[in-house]
């Protein structure tokens, strides 16, 4: 069973930047399309960016811009580049694949605040 350990959260100040990691087990991990999403308090989990096996890279419009998705497959490791943070960014970040979902990791806080 794919397990998914994600990391780089943590406390920013408005416009500063951060690094997610998301790190999956599993060989077979190059074929999925995979995600970062988000929950912040008292809202629904969103997604947010997703990148598939082809590499084709989408972004939810509140992210456009400052948000970058990447992967390495010889890692097994799905990354999120955040550009110019806002307070509305603030939510803990979770990756998982695509479509079929697997069991959520852990994910990591980011806090945006000042």
């Given amino acids: 069973q794919v397990q998914l350990v994600e990391s780089g959260g943590g406390l920013v100040q408005p416009g500063g930047s951060l690094r997610l990691s998301c790190a999956a087990s599993g060989s077979i991990f190059s074929t999925y399309a995979m995600g970062w999403y988000r929950q912040a308090p008292g809202k629904q989990r969103e997604l947010v960016a997703e990148i598939a096996r082809n590499g084709i890279i989408n972004y939810v419009d509140s992210v456009k811009g400052r948000f970058t998705i ?45």
């Fill in 70 to 114: 990447s992967r390495d497959n010889a890692k097994n490791t799905v990354y999120l580049q955040m550009n110019s943070l806002k307070p509305e960014d603030t939510a803990v970040y979770y990756c998982n694949r695509i479509g079929i979902l697997l069991r959520w990791g852990q994910g990591t806080q980011v806090t945006v605040s000042s």
